[in-house]
């Protein structure tokens, strides 16, 4: 059998805009990150989407350069993502 992992939360998101955040992110996962940012590329402008319940989880971060990646996975107990410009950030993203 196998066992479910914990994955860290999407404690808040202030990204109003993003068509997963109602009154938190209601996407099952996230995405965080590329090899230059530290971007939710699970940010989508227009529709709106979830599940209906803030619950979200990270599912990978692409930001190997972070103090909270090992091997592609996030070990933050939670994130907070945030408006940056015209993007969506993950605002625990620390340089390591």
Do not use: W
Request: net charge negative; charged share 20%.
């Amino acid at each position: 059998m196998t066992q479910m992992l914990e994955m860290p939360r999407v404690q808040t998101c202030t990204v109003t805009s993003c068509g997963y955040n109602h009154d938190g992110c209601t996407a099952f996962a996230v995405t965080i990150g590329s090899a230059i940012s530290a971007e939710c590329d699970t940010y989508v402008t227009g529709d709106k989407g979830g599940t209906g319940k803030a619950l979200a989880q990270v599912g990978a971060c692409k930001r190997s350069d972070c103090t909270h990646n090992q091997n592609l996975e996030c070990k933050a107990p939670a994130i907070v993502v945030g408006e940056s410009g015209d993007k969506a950030d993950c605002m625990t993203y620390e340089k390591g």
